[in-house]
T-cell receptor, first 111, second 112 residues
Framework: DAKTTQPPSMDCAEGRAANLPCNHSTISGNEYVYWYRQIHSQGPQYIIHGLKNNETNEMASLIITEDRKSSTLILPHATLRDTAVYYCIVRVNTNAGKSTFGDGTTLTVKP | DAGVTQSPTHLIKTRGQHVTLRCSPISGHKSVSWYQQVLGQGPQFIFQYYEKEERGRGNFPDRFSARQFPNYSSELNVNALLLGDSALYLC???????????FGSGTQLSVL
């Protein structure tokens, strides 16, 4: 699986959009970008994933650059409950069980 | 529907002891994976099982072993516990093992 680089921490004001970047410059053509988040003392929670097109669901939007070397997770209206560690993972879609997590980005949403 | 359930939620052991952690996947999910998460770090892959067969093993010593039962539940066993084994142990399930993971809340293991 390709290596990812994320900033260790970010702050966001409540109600504003949170934009979390992830660099994955060594991504291969068949590797997907997955995002999970982990709220304190809970297991990671799936947010969204994509291959090359931008994706949106009820939780977030995923923007992947045209060269696929980086992506941005967007939480459109951050709430205090979005405070968590966010993990960006890059992997092929043949073995989800063996996912490589980095140290993620700690997002703190402030009132 | 119930999510991924893990037991126990907390466990305290002493060095040299053995521990068994249990995981029940979401109904219908055939793949179970185990992860170790040390405080301040992301989860590290330990094992994956699919249809009762080992599909992958992470960089962990032979003291760590696992198995999956016919009902797709799973056990993680750790022998000869070391202080460094203190961590949150997470179980994740997926339907076919190739898509998104659903995690349990984990077992917090403390080795004294």
């Amino acid at each position: 699986d390709a290596k990812t680089t994320q900033p260790p921490s970010m702050d966001c004001a409540e109600g504003r959009a949170a934009n979390l970047p992830c660099n994955h410059s060594t991504i291969s053509g068949n590797e997907y970008v997955y995002w999970y988040r982990q709220i304190h003392s809970q297991g990671p929670q799936y947010i969204i994933h994509g291959l090359k097109n931008n994706e949106t669901n009820e939780m977030a939007s995923l923007i992947i650059t045209e060269d696929r070397k980086s992506s941005t997770l967007i939480l459109p209206h951050a709430t205090l409950r979005d405070t968590a560690v966010y993990y960006c993972i890059v992997r092929v879609n043949t073995n989800a069980g063996k996912s490589t997590f980095g140290d993620g980005t700690t997002l703190t949403v402030k009132p | 529907d119930a999510g991924v359930t893990q037991s126990p939620t907390h466990l305290i052991k002493t060095r040299g002891q053995h521990v068994t952690l249990r995981c029940s996947p979401i109904s219908g999910h055939k793949s179970v994976s185990w992860y170790q998460q040390v405080l301040g770090q992301g989860p590290q892959f330990i094992f994956q099982y699919y249809e009762k067969e080992e599909r992958g093993r992470g960089n962990f010593p032979d003291r760590f072993s696992a198995r999956q039962f016919p009902n797709y539940s799973s056990e993680l066993n750790v022998n000869a516990l070391l202080l460094g084994d203190s961590a949150l142990y997470l179980c994740a399930s997926s339907a076919q093992g190739v898509e998104k993971l659903f995690f349990g809340s984990g077992t917090q293991l403390s080795v004294l």
